[in-house]
């Protein structure tokens, strides 16, 4: 199962769903009597007053929702707990869907990526981390579980498979071509492509998932109008425009996934994930990107970063903590055997145990998806 295109919505109610993160979503519930025991998740309500003076809404918690002052007294009143928005930030710790490119880099057309509401939040962060204040400490973790919660969401029957690598590969390169290949190929049978959601590796899967619905000879061109500026240094402002576009001259993409974070506010998001879920706590992010990927994940050479997902990733194998063993293919033969030899530890630690047969390395990255399917069915 693929992702929703960006902003959609799949609305699944009446059912287990009780959140409501559209006004359409909310219009159809209170139309059938009321949202008595729903969640209102960063709605704007401030043209809905007459609706909420009349709605049953026992039990309902409005997260982050704007209303008139009218429609708060009576809804509180009627037994809602309402929670209201916080002013002067540059993100909505309620929100109740992932971001897409356009949300994280508005403004960049006529400011610059300094510009963006993706720049604004990790100024923010860099704020607050520093003066300790336990109030953003308590905003950062509720917008965390509210993306995490979107992210679930997202990919319900979702085939995902994980594509790691480095944030220095540069576009214009054999290798970011290649990344970009392997993720066309993974999105075009059928899995889902989720990435860390920043440049380099991570970016050139993104892209190959953008551009499978699309022919070849597209994602030829895209590598060459990309290649014009090639990394996020020293600006990341023509880095971005480069890839969007990219989207406009090939716009309705191929729909993926990307994990970012502001932790590393130093990488950007990149603009080929239709969906970025973007985390202020780093952990939380690298846990969740591994944890989802049940399909498999694929590592393409990196450094410091890429060896600790691959050794995060073992872990719960070696443990079977999350069920069955999922496969893990390293690209690279002397990348991980010479240059930072984690394919020996990987293959010392899984020896007689399940995940032994769901690990794999190969040359090249051709290689890669029907490696990882053989190691899906062993």
Same mark, same amino acid.
């Given at each position: 199962m693929q992702p929703n295109p960006e902003h959609a919505s799949a609305p699944q109610l009446p059912g287990d769903d009780r959140e409501i993160e559209t006004l359409a979503e909310f219009d159809e519930v209170t139309a059938r009597g009321g949202v008595a025991g729903y969640r209102v998740q960063a709605v704007d309500l401030t043209q809905r007053t007459a609706a909420l003076l009349t709605a049953d809404v026992a039990g309902a918690v409005f997260l982050g929702c704007p209303m008139g002052q009218e429609a708060a007294d009576r809804v509180r009143a009627a037994g809602a707990l309402v929670f209201p928005p916080v002013p002067g930030l540059p993100f909505n710790p309620y929100r109740g869907l992932l971001y897409t490119p356009g949300d994280?880099? +508005?403004? $960049? +057309?006529?400011?610059?990526?300094? *510009?963006t509401p993706d720049a604004h939040a990790y100024s923010?962060?860099?704020?607050?981390?520093?003066?300790?204040? @336990?109030? +953003?400490?308590? $905003?950062? *973790?509720? =917008?965390?579980?509210?993306?995490?919660? *979107? $992210?679930?969401?997202?990919?319900v029957g979702a085939r995902v498979v994980g594509v790691m690598g480095g944030h220095a590969m540069a576009r214009g390169t054999d290798d970011y071509a290649g990344a970009a290949r392997l993720g066309r190929e993974l999105a075009r049978a059928g899995f889902t492509v989720a990435t860390g959601g920043g440049p380099g590796a991570m970016e050139a899967a993104n892209l190959g998932a953008y551009a499978a619905p699309f022919d070849d000879e597209m994602l030829d061109e895209a590598l060459e109008l990309l290649a014009e500026a090639p990394s996020f240094t020293p600006s990341i402002t023509e880095w971005a425009k480069a890839a969007f576009a990219v989207r406009d001259r090939w716009p309705s993409g191929g %729909?993926? @996934?990307?994990? %970012?974070?502001?932790?590393?506010? =130093?990488? %950007?998001?990149?603009?080929? +994930?239709?969906?970025l879920a973007k985390y202020f706590a780093n952990a939380t992010r690298e846990d969740g990107l591994l944890a989802r990927s049940n399909a498999g994940v694929v590592f393409l050479p990196g450094a410091a970063g890429t060896v600790q997902e691959i050794f995060d990733n073992a872990t719960p194998n070696y443990y079977e903590s999350r069920g069955e063993p999922t496969p893990m293919v390293l690209v690279d033969r002397t990348h991980w055997t010479e240059h930072l030899p984690a394919w020996p530890l990987l293959k010392a630690l899984a020896k007689g145990r399940p995940m032994e047969s769901r690990i794999a390395l190969v040359d090249t990255v051709e290689e890669a998806p029907k490696t990882l399917e053989s190691l899906r069915s062993a």
């Open positions: 994280l880099f +508005a403004g $960049l +057309a006529d400011g610059g990526y300094e *510009a923010w962060f860099q704020r607050t981390t520093s003066d300790g204040d @336990v109030f +953003a400490s308590m $905003l950062r *973790a509720i =917008h965390d579980d509210s993306i995490s919660d *979107a $992210l679930d969401e997202l990919l %729909p993926s @996934v990307g994990i %970012p974070t502001w932790f590393y506010g =130093h990488e %950007p998001p990149n603009a080929f +994930a239709s969906h």
